[in-house]
């Protein structure tokens, strides 16, 4: 069964920093493209930014208001996931999911879902 | 702010078609495929539909998917109560070179 478990999130004060961790299990991590989505309390998702397989390039693409500020990399040792997140913002508040882009339909972005970690910046 | 624009809330009652519009720009939806996420109450996204009109296994035949142009559209045909949920549209914007979503839309049902 596909897995992904966030962990990490925590409350953080304006411009501190935090990273959080999707641990994969299920699949082959080495080869899927992975994506954080945030959700900020009673709003809707926002994609935060995708990271290819290394296969691909491993390369990353950000959405405008992270871009900068987060980075997103992988350890295929760790079959790990994370979101690195550097001066942080009250409008960071949200609860983090990671997602596999084409695991379980090739080519679909966003198939499988974790339930998420809630970071919260507020002093 | 959201490039794809959804209505904030519909309502049906069992058994009813309820439709949901997606409308974006020749950028997002006029140029890439559409796909949508089903939020149940408390709980994470699910992928209900992908390219525009297809189901994943599992996802029952009352929803449906289609697309035309800069709009798309979801449909839940024999609404029922379990599909009381926030439903977002979302694609890939050329000019953003980033993944967008929808504003989302509740579905009621009365």
């Known amino acids: 069964e596909v897995q992904l478990v966030e962990s990490g999130g925590d409350l953080v004060n304006p411009g501190g920093s935090l990273r959080l961790s999707c641990a994969a299990s299920g699949f082959t991590f080495n080869n899927a493209w992975m994506s954080w989505v945030r959700q900020a309390p009673g709003k809707g998702l926002e994609w935060v930014g995708r990271i290819k397989s290394k296969a691909d390039g491993g390369t990353t693409d950000y959405a405008a208001p992270v871009k900068g500020r987060f980075t997103i990399s992988r350890d295929e040792s760790k079959d790990t996931l994370y979101l690195q997140m550097n001066s942080l913002k009250t409008e960071d508040t949200a609860v983090y999911y990671c997602?596999?882009?084409?695991?379980?339909?090739?080519?679909?972005?966003?198939?499988?879902w974790g339930k998420g970690t809630t970071v919260t910046v507020s002093s | 702010q959201s490039v794809l624009t959804q209505p904030p809330s519909a309502s049906g009652t069992p058994g009813q078609r309820v439709t949901i519009s997606c409308s974006g720009s020749?950028?997002?939806?006029?140029?890439?495929?559409v796909y949508w996420y089903q939020q149940l109450p408390g709980t994470a996204p699910k992928l209900l539909m992908y390219?525009?009109?297809q189901r994943p296994s599992g996802v029952p035949d009352r929803f449906s998917g289609s697309k035309s142009g800069t709009s798309a559209s979801l449909a839940i045909s024999g609404l029922r109560s379990e599909d009381e949920a926030d439903y977002y549209c979302a694609t890939w914007d050329d000019s953003l070179s980033g993944r967008v979503f929808g504003t989302g839309t509740k579905v009621t049902v009365l």
């Open positions: 390219r525009n009109n």
């Open positions: 997602t596999t882009d084409g695991i379980t339909i090739f080519g679909v972005p966003m198939d499988v």
């Open positions: 020749i950028s997002n939806i006029g140029s890439n495929y």
